[in-house]
């Protein structure tokens, strides 16, 4: 069997790469940052304060080389880089396709100073939040959606959002207290599908659910009631237009939105077990409701 060590660079290879990342126009060292520009990357490890303060400041912060460029192709604007001079090298067509863009490099050591973990996953951005989409505009042409009701784990909307772009979703619509789509686990638990999936956050739930009524949609809450339609029963019907209302992990779907959705339905379930997990009954739902 071959070794899977990684390859040692050389102090020659080294230095080479230190060059070439210290002669793209827009790379700063670390020690020269600026205390404002570094604020946006402290305190990462911290959910609630950043959950609050992102959104403030009209920013998220996208994690990993790969998301990075998912969020750039999705023609996000980043407003800020942090990495090491190895991810700097890797990301070297990134910068210089953004020389406006300062890309703050520095010892690895020190970059978990300022995050507060090990940036194992390449690179930092700050990009700017997109403007929010009308929820009109958002489902004017969309014939599937899914509506998030208070989900608070991060974990659990990047999978939703996930099986949301595998399974041809349109749009995504997430309660006013759902966790946000854009937070840094959220987005890379989705792989950077957040970004591929068109959403928005609901502002007058659940009476938002009117309006979709009056666009044709029917609205089917995933609950276990007694006269709940089974996912197959619902998916044969051939609703062109629909809307899957998945409910908070703990306590579901809330008595006020179950009575404005038109429908309830399970998914059937075995050997006991009442339900699944809220990301894993997204999945089965999106495919048995896929458009045949």
Known sequence: ????RKKQLSAADIAARTERVH?????????????????????????RLRSVLEPQWGIYIAESSKVVRRALDAGH????????????DDLADVLRAHPEVPAYVGPEQA??????????????????RPAPVPLEQLVAEAFRV???EDIVDHTNVGAIFRSAAALNVDAVLVSPRCADPLYRRSIRVSMGTVFQVPWGRLTSWPDDLELLHSMGY????????HDSLTLEELSSRRYPKLALIMGT?????????????????????????????????????FWETRPR
């Open 218 to 225: 029917e609205t089917a809450a995933l609950a276990l009631h």
């Open 111 to 128: 970059l978990e100073g300022v995050t507060g973990f090990h940036l194992h996953r390449g690179a930092l951005a700050v990009m700017a």
């Open 146 to 148: 899914a509506i998030l």
């Open 23 to 47: 002669a793209i126009s827009s790379v700063v060292p670390l020690e020269q940052a600026p205390e404002q520009a570094l604020q946006y990357y402290t305190h990462l490890t911290d959910v």
């Open 1 to 4: 069997m071959k070794s899977m």
């Open 77 to 88: 604007q980043p407003l800020s880089f942090l990495m090491s001079e190895k991810w700097a």
């Open 249 to 285: 992990e703990g306590h579901g779907l809330s008595a006020r939105t179950l009575a404005a959705a038109k429908h309830t339905v399970m998914i059937p379930m075995s050997h006991g077990v009442d339900s699944l997990n809220v990301a894993a009954a997204s999945a089965v739902a």
